[in-house]
């Protein structure tokens, strides 16, 4: 049965600080990469996967409907717990109807690889964030399929595809760090005769490989240059289906766990979290402010690193964020910034370009967040500079979330924190990575109400 998406209303919220520090032992929902690349992998396969833990979320809901409407079985069994009967690598058919990708850029990436390199024709949309964010950046490569786009001005959302059921291996460098190419490109390449190869000039998550990996295909990487990698992929395997666990997203533990060090004598561990080397930059970014982060009860479940991570309140320092980290911790440069402002000193963060093609152009919303609530923030080329507060932060000001849900959830922390109430305009679209933020924030004091 097709999930049914119905977008919520706006949902206002003032942010005030809490009556008392922030404590608990949490899980945070399943990580949102791992879940978009668990229900696609899994539709391509021959036979049963099971996947726990899955995200919930209407971003990856909107990849269980597509991948539904090309022709495999999935089915919610429980909170988390799914069922996918796949098609194949070569069974996906025609979808009877436009694909709404709702909110999801990481889905629609995705998701043209697999479509550009299957012999029909399908249309993709999706609201109206996603329509105006930029498709031109896998068209492109995805062009050498022999595949044919065809897209609104600029290579935007609503667009169709007339895919090649027999494409060519291609062989991509990537101008940018951007694992959502990368993996459209080794999508495509899944049902190419021969040898698919990626460069990356820095190196970006790697779940697309791992999971690859774990599906039984043939996957070798290569260290290039200072930092870069090269990934080669042989085409036409015989993926087999394999059950999947979805470790905690390293990505929403980050508001629970900042929130918990800026909040005075807070303590808070988060579960179960994704420990990929390739996603936690704000840990270590966090570790040079000064952050007391400590991670218990580390292992692997599906080839992922996972372990726990306590945060407890502690003074924080401005820091210099490299460049060449920024492809590891791209979703938490707001919180993180949120972070900056609290501490003291000055924190700059070289290298957002990427964050101007985000759900929102989170670099200008990002400044927007902080200045409204008296905080002096200054851009120089793509670089991003925050001056710290000192533990002091004003508030008072009212935050456009711009229907990005991390600008939401980095406005939240900020309220926590700041000495005066700090204003959301809408809420709505946090459920798009994290159903149930809000009350899972209220379980550990943060007194949240609508």
Known sequence: MKTDHVQSSVRALTVHAPRAPLSGSIHVPGDKSISHRSLMF?????????ITGLLEGEDVLRTADAMRALGATITRNGAGNWTVVGCGLDGLSEPADVLDMGNSGTAARLLSGILASHGFTSVMTGDASLRGRPMKRVMDPLAATGATFLSRQGGRLPLAIAGNANPPPLS???????????????LAGLNAVGETRVEEPVATRDHTENMLRH??????VEPLGAGGRVITLQGRPDLLACDIVVP??????????????LV??????????????????????L?????????????VEGGEPVGDITATACALHGVDVPATRAPSMIDEYPVLAVAAAHATGQSRFRGLEEL??????????????LEANGVRVEVVGDDM??????GAIPGGGLVQTRMDHRLAMSAIVMGLAARKPVSVDDTAFIDTSFPGFITLMNSIGAGLAA
Do not use: W
């Open 356 to 369: 101007r093609v985000k759900e929102s152009d989170r670099l200008s919303a990002t400044v927007a967040l």
């Open 287 to 299: 570790r040079e402010m000064g952050a007391d982060l400590v991670i218990t009860n580390e292992c």
């Open 248 to 261: 905690g997203d390293p990505s929403s533990a980050a508001f629970i766990l900042v929130a918990a060090l």
């Open 42 to 50: 899994a539709a391509l396969a021959r036979g049963t996967t099971q």
């Open 264 to 285: 005075p004598g807070s303590k808070v561990s988060v579960r179960g979290v994704g420990l990929n080397p390739l996603r936690t930059g704000l840990f270590t970014s």
């Open 385 to 390: 500079i925050v001056h710290g507060t000192g």
């Open 172 to 186: 991509y460098r990537l101008p940018v760090a951007s694992a959502q190419v990368k993996s459209a490109v080794l």
């Open 215 to 220: 599906f039984g295909a043939s996957v070798h």
